[in-house]
């Protein structure tokens, strides 16, 4: 986990250009710059032909436009598209979660069982703390829609203080999966003395438990 | 897995102060002192807090009191009360299953996604055999009452001959999780050649396969 | 993974002998021994008992059928019965999938919590990629009949080309969980580039998405 060998790799840090719905604006009360930067966001898209650009990256952009529609927080999103590789991923991961001090990284694709899948394998070489519930779940839904759903891999886990979790690579599937986990990532970041996120309630209820 | 590192922590191998069901006071006939040492049930409460005396452990209580109400065996209960340290709570493990000699182990906190929560790591370094269908099934059930149930990363394994089961830290929980896997618990205790347990039926009804 | 530690344990490579589906010979065309090859499914009984023949092996004959009624696809399948020791296990897996070119392999047996129950372990040691879902999924279904399911540490994983799948060792259990898991197994092999696996539809009917 050496700092040293970790690498910027794009730096698109630029603000999402997608509408953002009134209610955060209303929110934010003049105070938008510094709130801005607090909350930051990994989206990693993971996909060989989309790193060559041989293919258009819609997994990104996905996962980019629900956290646009739910979360009513500011937010900042660090956007990656890398290959399969084992190392680049757990670079990447280790990068945005540490040095980019993103509270959520989210990746897309490679979590099936061809060769060259391999997000799974990365995000938990890199998380001190692997968290079942959430593949469990996601798998649980996808399984109504398609028998196939158990064939993806996909994890969640603890790297430092970010939440990783990993995504398949279509976006009807994306949106299936964030529905069913978000619900509970507000008060994961919440345990992991992150920023406190806020949703768009009418679309995903945010739970906290009373302590 | 080194026997000259065990330490006693706590002594309190008292019998529970709860009142047993009355089928079960039947069932000892006259042979109540030899019949007691035979089954012994650790139960570990990890809780910084609660094991500075910050915070009165109720995890504990609640899962000697479901005990009390639902074996109809006789047994014996050792308590402990740990800080979320992970070599301790691997020494607390080892030493319940091995000098202790318990068929079941049952902790209570440290399985959330905080820095200082432990115990599914603990619990895994000390057991030979890892048993995902448990902590799958106390996610499921906990997930009809919170979302929140996701970040639970509780699991359950084999340590020597013994079960040893994680739980949530909150009694509600506890109860919960205990009421769903409970029937596999004595089961899963014959097949590792441990004491026969037995439960009040109208409560949990234990399930042994024909051979 | 030195193939130099393969050995050839049984070649038992005979066609199955039970009758195969009208639909089957219809496809063939006349070209049924070069097809005939191409799809080799391993069958592993891990068992004590049944491999020093105190016990008839029920699981491996019970897979068979199942194959023999599901799959439309020509088949050849290796048989094997061995003791349940995770080196001698592992060892034929890894001979199955490599040497003997499986595209699948089926285990049965050796699954639960027992000191000798090390299939999950074995299978494991093998595998480049683990496959969490088909656990989840054939402990949920055989959740629905008995609730000591939760005992089995069935999993699935990638050896090299080839899927491996654990399954529980009664014949009925069998069934189920193959019901549960068949229709992603041919697209499953597709991406791992095997050959193209057909199935009776009226029985299961096998999930390919469309890309």
Do not use: W
Request: hydrophobic fraction near 35%; aromatic fraction near 4%; charge should be neutral.
């Amino acid at each position: 986990m050496s700092l040293a060998l970790q690498v910027r790799l794009q730096s698109n840090r630029e603000r999402s250009s997608l509408a953002l719905p009134v209610t955060q604006i209303v929110k934010l009360n003049g105070d938008k710059s510094s709130t801005m930067t607090s909350i930051r966001i990994g989206i990693v898209t993971v996909s060989d032909r989309a790193s060559r650009g041989e293919y258009e990256d819609r997994g990104g952009p996905a996962i980019l436009e629900y956290l646009s529609q739910v979360l009513t927080s500011p937010f900042e999103h660090l956007g990656r598209v890398i290959p399969d590789e084992q190392p680049l991923i757990e670079q990447t991961l280790r990068e945005l979660c540490q040095t980019e001090q993103c509270c959520l990284v989210i990746t897309t694709g490679g979590t099936g069982p061809a060769l060259r899948d391999v997000t799974p394998e990365a995000t938990e070489a890199v998380c001190q703390k692997m968290m079942p519930g959430f593949g469990e779940l996601m798998r649980k839904v996808s399984l109504e829609k398609v028998p196939t759903a158990i064939l993806s891999r996909q994890t969640a886990g603890i790297c430092g203080s970010a939440l990783i979790i990993n995504l398949p690579g279509q976006p009807k599937a994306i949106q299936e999966c964030l529905d069913a986990v978000f619900p509970a990532i507000p008060y994961c970041i919440d345990l992991l003395n992150g920023p406190f996120l806020t949703t768009l309630e009418s679309r995903v209820k945010a739970f906290r438990p009373r302590k």
